[in-house]
């Protein structure tokens, strides 16, 4: 009787999947100044993205979010309304989960002023523009639905209402969105994450990340 050879197995699959350690909690802000321009800021890997980052002990997500962006672009900004957000998830090298909480902000300013060598520069740029900079499909998904909210709070100028926007488009954005993000689930072992972790080159294979 011949000797049974031993099965292959799928290399894929020959690993198993690491657990999540626990989910880190976010906020960040999508500025729009008086202009009607969108704020972002450029990774030192190259990459466009919104300001965001930890929620500090005792902080509110919404303090957390305009503190980031003073923070990470110097720019002075405040929510538009607090009860309106969007979120968005991953999962870091590290097999923390993150999960962002956006806000719509508003600022008076005209330019970024950067002060973290992590993100070495940053402006405002037409709405148009910045959907086709920013890095990560969720993000431009995102940033389309808040320009939608934009509108109809009168932040932006155009259209008060989502009529003219043909519902597969926010279906797909919806979808973008939800394809990004990865579940995660709440586990309280793990180390205390690292400002690092914010950084997109931190994130998830499923962002393609470049290493910084």
Do not use: C
Not at 64 to 87: I, K, L
Not at 129 to 140: Q, V
Not at 171 to 200: G, L
Request: aromatic share 4%.
């Amino acid at each position: 009787m011949p000797a049974r050879m031993p099965r292959r197995r799928n290399p894929r699959s020959s690993r198993p999947e690491r657990s999540i350690r626990r989910v880190v909690e976010g906020a960040g802000g999508v500025v729009i100044n008086e202009a009607g321009d969108v704020l972002l800021i450029r990774h030192r890997n190259g990459s466009w993205v919104f300001p965001k980052g930890h929620i500090e002990s005792g902080e509110s997500k919404v303090d957390a979010a305009v503190r980031e962006v003073e923070e990470e672009a110097g720019v002075q900004a405040t929510v538009v309304d607090p009860r309106q957000t969007w979120q968005t998830a991953y999962v870091n090298p590290r097999r923390e989960g993150r999960r962002i909480t956006w806000y719509l902000l508003r600022s008076p300013a005209t330019e970024a002023v950067m002060r973290e060598p992590i993100f070495p520069s940053g402006g405002f740029f037409p709405p148009d523009e910045a959907i086709g900079m920013l890095a990560f499909e969720e993000d431009r998904a995102m940033l389309r639905h808040v320009l939608r909210a934009a509108r109809r709070a009168g932040v932006l100028e155009g259209t008060s209402s989502e009529a003219d926007v043909p519902a597969a488009d926010v279906e797909a954005d919806d979808a973008a969105i939800d394809a990004e993000a990865t579940t995660v689930d709440n586990d309280s072992d793990a180390s205390t994450p690292t400002a690092e972790d914010d950084a997109p080159a931190a994130k998830a294979a499923s962002r393609e990340p470049v290493p910084s």
